[in-house]
């Protein structure tokens, strides 16, 4: 049984410019969940999938956006990259929806945007 | 504004020694609670949780407190063991909004061998 994984591990972009990452989530796992973590603070939620719907979104605004797919694999989309979203990115997933259920976690992707 | 507070940024202990890592909460909706356990370069792992209609669970050498009136949890691990040095994350949901988890900054725990 393969755990979650993401890619890339690292990015490194510019103001303005649009980026893709990418989770592939833990076999038989249909919830992906996405935090942003910025230096010295515990991850924030950004949104939930679940079965390819968004199931809940957190304080983040319309550039970022989500896509869960069939096999259950996630993307995360951030447009018009701004300084403060370098940050470590992460992806959950989850055999239920809501929190109750485990959350297990990839290692992340850093984005550095400058 | 910081919904789940961990006002202690770091903890040393002595291996063998109990540490005990607070969190306290200020939206009187959590209702369930969760201990995340991190390695620098690996994401968080579940370590424990706890439901509202509780006030202790264990699960081997650790344990979680929870004080609803005071809005508190706090987590023991007994003994400390130099493999738990990580950084300890605490987390909040809520029924109302039960997709979403809320996190604290963290606390980084240091075991001494």
């Known amino acids: 049984e393969t755990g979650v994984t993401q890619s890339p591990t690292h990015l490194i972009k510019t103001r303005g410019q649009q980026v893709t990452l990418r989770c592939s989530s833990q076999?038989?796992?249909?919830?992906v969940s996405w935090y942003q973590q910025a230096l010295g603070q515990g991850p924030q939620f950004i949104f939930q999938?679940?079965?390819?719907?968004?199931?809940g979104r957190g304080n983040f605004p319309p550039r970022f956006s989500g896509l869960q797919f069939p096999n259950y694999s996630s993307e995360l989309n951030v447009n018009a990259l701004e300084l403060d979203d370098s940050a470590l990115y992460l992806c959950?997933?989850?055999?239920?929806?809501?929190?109750?259920?485990?959350?297990?976690f990839g290692p992340g992707t850093r984005l550095t945007v400058l | 504004d910081q919904q789940v507070k961990q006002n202690s940024p770091s903890l040393s202990v002595q291996e063998g020694r109990i540490s005990i890592l607070n969190c306290d909460y200020t939206?009187?909706?959590?209702?369930?609670f969760l201990w995340y356990k991190k390695y620098p370069a690996e994401g968080p792992t579940f370590l424990i949780s706890?439901?509202?209609?509780?006030d202790k669970n264990e699960d081997g050498r650790f344990t979680v407190f929870l004080n609803k009136s005071a809005k508190h949890l706090s987590l023991h691990i007994v003994p400390s063991q130099p493999g738990d040095s990580a950084v300890y994350f605490c987390?909040?949901?809520?029924?109302?909004?039960?997709?979403?988890?809320?996190f604290g900054p963290g606390t980084s725990l240091s075991v001494i061998p």
């Open positions: 939206n009187s909706m959590f209702d369930y």
């Open positions: 999938y679940y079965r390819e719907e968004e199931n």
């Open positions: 987390a909040a949901s809520s029924k109302t909004s039960y997709d979403k988890v809320i």
């Open positions: 706890i439901s509202s209609i509780k």
């Open positions: 959950a997933s989850s055999l239920l929806r809501g929190a109750t259920d485990t959350q297990y």
């Open positions: 076999s038989g796992h249909n919830t």
